[in-house]
């Protein structure tokens, strides 16, 4: 196959092909953003085909509200994660090699905690679900779809910290399986469940599809650890409990602020006169922004353990390399796709339905959030390689403080396309601080990157 692409390419992808195979640094990053773009690839556009398939099913109000719910998913999600998924990455990437055992003590751990946490969500969802519906959301009969919807936060739960752990060993491949399976098989069912049932069938729909994804990364994780040699077993998988607090809650905490702050934020519009409506659009245009991040997000996610294992070993000038390399990738991607979404953006909004067109100007602003938001992932994922966790949180405090002060100046002002502002304002602000941090600590004598 190899032999094949690189005899039928042209001359300067066989130039850049021979670089990237000649340097062990190049031929990691590539094929692990490679095996992770091309599964998630396929998987995050028959997502997007189903969302546009859900919105003109659904309709504007009843989009919204399947926003509003995975919304209030995702708040309780980011309660029940503790950052395990990124602690699973990097201390699998930090010792599989050096320590199996170990490495495999923390899986366990990981899964377990997630499993309880997971599940003690779900139940705290499954109960506050009809007085958040009726006094937080103004809309008493979302109450039985967020019952349902507390399903996913057990499995989701479980899944984030067994992705967590692959990546960890760049399974970036096995990933990719899993996520290519995951999506075909979940596409029709989702399409089918709401075609029949409307929007109680969607919220059941993304339910199936996690269980499936659950399913698939149970036996890719064993797999992956068999592979290594790791051995993944529950006894004195304990003794690593002080990970918790060294670094699983400092990226407990940052996670914790995304969900919570997005959510609240939303709730603001939704409160509105045709709130529902307003949050239809946003969610029509935010999916369009997921898609522009896809590339981007994928690269430097793929990074992330190469770079861990980088900084732990204390090659700073490789380290230094793939940084940069990161930034000018993410930079050309992101603005290259940003442009192309906002000259199309009334297209892009009329497959969602004829109503969503009006509402252009929401992806024309979310897209250019997407350009600083990648550039400042790279120095985020920076500061989380090289054990400057704390650093992150304090300033994604900075960054969600920034998006609630601006929503609530906003959004009862101009409604949506107020929300769609308040994330720029707040992206550019974070990015003037991560920046500025980055830049503030060059030092020759210390670990940092520059």
């Not at 050096?98 to 499993?115: N, Q, S, V």
């Not at 709730?267 to 922004?289: D, W």
């Not at 603005?335 to 100007?361: C, D, E, Q």
Request: net charge positive; hydrophobic share 55%; aromatic share 12%.
């Amino acid at each position: 196959m190899k032999s094949l692409l690189y005899r039928f390419s042209p001359g300067f992808l066989r130039t850049i092909y021979t670089r990237i195979e000649s340097s062990p640094l190049g031929y990691r990053l590539a094929h692990g953003a490679f095996w992770s773009l091309s599964g998630a690839g396929i998987s995050r556009g028959l997502t997007l085909i189903s969302s546009m398939v859900f919105a003109r099913i659904l309709g504007r109000q009843d989009f919204g509200k399947l926003g509003m719910i995975q919304s209030t998913v995702g708040m309780f999600g980011n309660f029940s994660g503790l950052g395990l998924g990124l602690t699973g990455t990097k201390f699998v990437a930090e010792l599989r090699q050096t320590d199996p055992i170990r490495a495999g003590r923390i899986i366990t751990l990981a899964g377990t905690i997630a499993a309880v946490t997971g599940l003690l969500s779900g139940v705290i969802l499954f109960f506050l679900a009809p007085w958040m519906a009726a006094k937080t959301l103004a809309a008493p009969d979302l109450a039985g779809y967020l019952r349902i919807a507390s399903l996913l936060l057990l499995f989701g739960a479980i899944t984030s910290a067994q992705s967590g752990a692959l990546s960890g060993f760049e399974a970036f491949k096995t990933i990719a399986r899993v996520n290519l399976f995951a999506g075909v098989v979940a596409f029709p069912i989702m399409i089918l469940a709401v075609w029949r049932w409307g929007l109680v069938g969607a919220v059941w729909g993304l339910v199936m599809s996690q269980v499936i994804n659950w399913g698939l990364n149970v036996w890719a994780l064993r797999s992956e650890a068999a592979r290594w040699h790791v051995p993944i077993v529950f006894k004195s998988c304990f003794q690593e409990i002080r990970i918790l607090g060294a670094f699983s809650l400092p990226a407990y905490l940052s996670s914790l602020l995304l969900g919570p702050a997005s959510w609240f934020c939303a709730t603001i519009l939704a409160q509105l006169p045709n709130g529902y409506e307003e949050l239809g659009s946003f969610n029509a245009a935010n999916q369009m922004r997921l898609i522009i991040l896809f590339l981007p997000n994928g690269i430097i996610g793929s990074a992330l353990p190469v770079m861990t294992d980088l900084y732990s070993r204390g090659e700073h000038s490789s380290l230094k390399k793939l940084i940069l390399t990161n930034l000018k990738l993410n930079s050309a991607i992101t603005v290259t796709s940003a442009a192309l979404a906002i000259s199309l953006a009334p297209h892009i909004m009329a497959a969602y339905g004829s109503r969503f067109v009006a509402a252009s100007g929401l992806l024309v602003i979310l897209a250019t959030v997407c350009v600083v938001d990648s550039v400042t992932n790279v120095f985020a994922y920076w500061l989380i390689g090289t054990n400057r966790i704390g650093t992150h949180l304090a300033f994604l405090v900075f960054w969600a403080v920034t998006l609630i002060v601006s929503s609530s100046l906003l959004v009862p002002r101009v409604a949506g396309k107020g929300l769609a502002l308040a994330y720029l304002i707040a992206q550019l602000l974070y990015a003037v601080v991560l920046v500025s941090f980055y830049l503030v600590r060059f030092d020759r004598k210390s670990a940092a990157v520059t």
